[in-house]
């Protein structure tokens, strides 16, 4: 304390409006990490308290219980108590939802018996309000023995008294009640004697858990042995505990509900979300409605993002034949418009897209529809192997696969994290929809269906859900050779229904195209400068050979000169090495309708997908004598192949589609799955089974629509 900085532990059940505390009181001081030995987000923040003192704030993940069951609610225990070396709470600040208060106060009351410094932050005061409940603050503040402040992050209220509060409990001014929440000591008496006799400091709440999880903990040895020789001693029964303490807990909280709650209305008052809920979650109305909402998000991202890609697309067009007729004939030239020009117009012309499909995702999850989509589609999860968890992590996949990878750490059951975690990478994750926008105006008419609904919407929404049925039956197919046994309950608290802060909408928007621009992008420029390379250069003797050919072909044909010239371009990429690379596994992919500059695409893909269109722009442009101002998609469009016909034909252009739908693609991915199975056998059999499936699928799809 002597230092002016105290570290304070964010806790509370999930959807208690943590994080939105977490994130006023941080602003954007924030830093996130990875808590040491676990794969799991640690999110940190400064947070001023008064002139003197400033705090460190540590969001905790949302826990329901002291008796962790997944990786998560894990650190959350390790945390609070004191078993993580790295994380010291001087204080806890315990987030509570205050309409629903009598399911919170389980997890309040067990950190208070715990004897931390703890300060009761109670939120949703307005949703109690409409619910009719009112809260007597100053006699729950009695009944707990801690101080109890409503807050509402959203609108910035209480913060100052919260500010207040948590410095005079760091300072002590507030102290840990005296008296238990419960007699602890009645579930397991002489064991928690024993215990404390060997470690005084416990309270006897904490001596319980270290009888039941002191494996866990970062004890000694010697200390081990003897809390052992405890437990077996007094026949310690680790359920029959826990049974008994929560039916304790909650005879309490219902005597502290009667007590300081009161409900204004005898019948309670029928709310917005239940109704809403009978429609959104209706067993026939629910599913449609799904599917217009998800027809909506991805004819939106065609309907809105076309101006501004026309626009950036113009933009880069210009710059290049501006840049091309100013600059000197050099190869440096030729590296800024062909290289660096190129790669960058494959970057930037995907933003709106991304940026627009983030936004409408956010909203989903904003206003609290996001989780109904799990909810209701906990039945047909469970089908496959999957449960409703899973959902969650897959639609996340829409996004980017190495964080939805991430997040099946919620999920309890080992199989089906592991399923979840296999079919998670089918989703069309937003790298994708570069290559899918490209390729959609190249093959599909600009039609409307009925005289509003875009036909390239209507493919591209297509290829979503067909993403979501083949890895649904790729885990129904796996789950019968994964051989684990291990029963699940899905469990999930529907939100509230909210507005949607469009604050953190745009924030994540922006986040999420800074991400593409400098992350992927930077992957994008790296592969579009060392292609430009390979494109520009080659074995010596056969470009000299080309250029000799060709030289003295124009020579000769000057009225021929700009064919010829067009002519020499493309036989030099022929024989560069890129050319040569594409042509090396241009017999393997010929039989799906591919080029030997599609080769070339799909070998650079395999550092990420949407490295496809940078990969594009290069080669054509490298092709292209730089006197035309035709776009990438005009050029790919006018490209022919020897016997004259397209390259981009709808066979070829459906096939390519299913290529980049279901094969693995992006070695991040790969990194990641091995990371959370701890094994390379797990990643290998995605690469395997993912590659071959996109490999038969193209192949059908060609061979029917040729």
Known sequence: MSTNKIHIALVGNPNSGKTSLFNNLTGLNQKVGNFPGVTVDKKTGDWRLSTELTAELIDLPGSYSLYPRRADEWVSYKVLMNQDKEVRADVVIVVADASTLKRNLLFVSQIIDLKVPVVLALTMMDVARKKDIIIDLKGLERELGVPVVPVNPRKNKGIELLKKTVEETAQQRYRPPAFDFIPNKNLASAAVTEVKELLPQLSDYAAIHHLINHESFDLSNTMQDQIEHIEQKNNVQHTKIQAEEIMQRYQRIKQIVQTSITEVSPVKKQLIAEKLDRVLLHKVWGYAI????????????????????????????????????????????????NGVLAGLSGIFVFVPQIMILFGLITILEETGYMARIGFLTDKVMRKVGLNGKSVMPMI???????????????????????????????????????????LIALVIPGDYVLGFLSLQGLVMMGLYIFSVVIALVVSYIAKRFIKIKEKSFFILELPLYRHPRYKNVLFTMIEKAKIFVFDAGKVIMVISLLLWALSSYGPKENMQAVHTKYDQLIVSNPQQSAVLEKEKQTALLQNSFAGQMGKYIEPVIAPLGYDWKIGIALITSFAAREVFVGTMATLYSVDSDGSDEQTLRQKMHAAVKKDGT?????????????????????????????????????????????????????????????
């Open 290 to 337: 799904l599917l217009t909402v998800l027809f909506l998000l991805f004819q939106s991202v065609f309907w809105i993002a076309q101006y501004p890609m026309d626009m950036i697309e113009l933009f880069f067009l210009k710059a290049s034949t501006w840049f091309s007729s100013w600059l000197p004939e050099s190869m440096l030239t030729d590296l800024f418009v």
């Open 396 to 438: 996340s996949g829409f996004a980017c696969a190495v964080p939805a990878i991430m997040s099946v750490r919620n999920i309890e059951n080992q199989k089906e994290r592991l399923l979840t975690i296999l079919v998670t990478p089918l989703m069309s994750c937003s790298a994708r929809l570069p290559v899918y926008t490209i």
């Open 646 to 706: 397209k390259v981009y034909t709808l066979a070829t252009g459906v096939s390519l589609m299913l290529f980049y739908l279901l094969a693995m693609q992006c070695m991040s991915t790969l990194a990641v799955v091995k990371r959370e199975t701890k094994s390379w056998k797990w990643p290998v059999i995605q690469l395997v089974y993912m590659t071959g499936l996109a490999y038969l699928f193209s192949l059908i799809a060609y061979q029917l629509l040729k």
